[in-house]
């Protein structure tokens, strides 16, 4: 009985699919007086499904700070970070 519980617990933890990251790059801005920033950001699987799903995630971290989404440019998994660290530079994984 032992090993029939193992081997299915085996089974059930070999069929749970491994998460892959998902980061998106953005722009953004600040009023008063105006600013602009170009990010990355790390998200949650639930928010990598669309543009749309992503948007109101990134909105409303970066929205605690004062800045306002103006446009997700991407969405990507971690083979796009290196490209993008230097452009994002104190934005990258900021949020």
Same mark, same amino acid.
């Given at each position: 009985m032992k090993h029939i519980l193992l081997s299915l617990g085996l089974v059930a933890a070999l069929a749970v699919p491994a998460q892959a990251e998902c980061y998106a790059d953005y722009k953004a801005k600040r009023d008063n007086p105006l600013k602009l920033h170009y990010?990355? =950001?790390?998200?949650?699987?639930?928010?990598?499904? /669309?543009?749309?799903?992503?948007? /109101?995630? =990134?909105?409303?971290? =970066?929205?605690r700070d004062g800045w306002t989404l103006l446009n997700v440019l991407g969405l990507f998994d971690s083979n796009g970070l290196d490209q993008r660290k230097e452009s994002a530079g104190a934005y990258f994984l900021r949020y």
């Amino acid at each position: 009985m032992k090993h029939i519980l193992l081997s299915l617990g085996l089974v059930a933890a070999l069929a749970v699919p491994a998460q892959a990251e998902c980061y998106a790059d953005y722009k953004a801005k600040r009023d008063n007086p105006l600013k602009l920033h170009y990010g990355v =950001i790390e998200l949650p699987d639930t928010a990598c499904g /669309s543009r749309q799903a992503a948007a /109101s995630q =990134i909105a409303q971290r =970066i929205g605690r700070d004062g800045w306002t989404l103006l446009n997700v440019l991407g969405l990507f998994d971690s083979n796009g970070l290196d490209q993008r660290k230097e452009s994002a530079g104190a934005y990258f994984l900021r949020y």
